[in-house]
């Protein structure tokens, strides 16, 4: 099952601020964060695992509810750079691999 | 020096026909990976090897087989191509385990059959 994000898409002018969403239906024990530019490859942003730890960009902030199965992306003071489309990977107790969300388009205009 | 890649960049080719994709990664990472992003942007994984070992095929069809000569190359070679089978495919490579490691991605390779 995907981890569903929300919003699907979002507008932004520079220096405003987002708040991404992942869903899953699944228990997890970790969530990664990725962007992804037109035409380019996903590129990570940070992980954060059960029990608090975090690993990541010191620009980027994220938090992750173990018991509600979600995970937010905070992006502040948007710049033009963070345009794309954002995807939260999902890891499950018992598995080996990251399942994807289905992604948040973000596109932040001068 | 680039951290994964991949070739081809682009394929285009006829239905029915058999085509390779090539990946290598340079940062003496153990686990490889396979992903399809199809035309909605959805990032589906598809193979894991470890140590040149299998460790994640996500029923994919059989027309589909990774190979691992060591472990910093992972390829994908795909039989009697089809329609569905268009997309963009991303190798990837991690330090360990998939859940708890960053994921460094290629360039990714866009196929087109036509």
């Known amino acids: 099952q995907q981890p569903v994000q929300s919003p699907q898409a979002v507008i932004l002018r520079e220096g405003e601020d987002a708040v991404i969403n992942c869903s899953s239906s699944?228990?997890?024990?970790?969530v990664h964060w990725y962007r992804q530019k037109h035409g380019e490859a996903p590129v990570f942003l940070m992980i954060l695992l059960k029990g608090g730890e975090q690993k990541g960009h010191e620009k980027i902030s994220a938090s992750f509810n173990e018991k509600k199965q979600q995970s937010s992306l905070y992006l502040t003071a948007s710049q033009l750079s963070y345009s794309g489309t954002y995807f939260c990977?999902?890891?499950?107790?018992?598995?080996?691999?990251?399942?994807f969300g289905t992604g948040t388009l973000l596109a932040v205009q001068p | 020096d680039t951290a994964v890649s991949q070739t081809p960049k682009y394929l285009v080719t006829q239905m029915g026909n058999d085509k390779s994709i090539k990946c290598e990664q340079n940062?003496?990472?153990?686990?490889m990976y396979w992903y399809k992003q199809d035309s909605k942007k959805f990032l589906k994984i598809m193979f894991s090897y470890n140590n040149k070992e299998l460790i994640i095929n996500e029923t994919v069809p059989n027309r589909f087989s990774p190979k691992s000569p060591d472990k910093a190359h992972l390829n994908l070679h795909i039989n009697s191509l089809e329609l569905g089978d268009s997309a963009v495919y991303f190798c990837?490579?991690?330090?360990?385990?998939?859940?708890?490691?960053?994921?460094?991605f290629g360039p990714g390779t866009r196929l087109t059959v036509l």
């Open positions: 699944k228990a997890l024990y970790s």
């Open positions: 990837a490579s991690s330090l360990g385990l998939a859940g708890v490691n960053e994921q460094f």
């Open positions: 940062l003496g990472h153990d686990t």
């Open positions: 990977g999902t890891g499950a107790g018992g598995t080996n691999k990251l399942i």
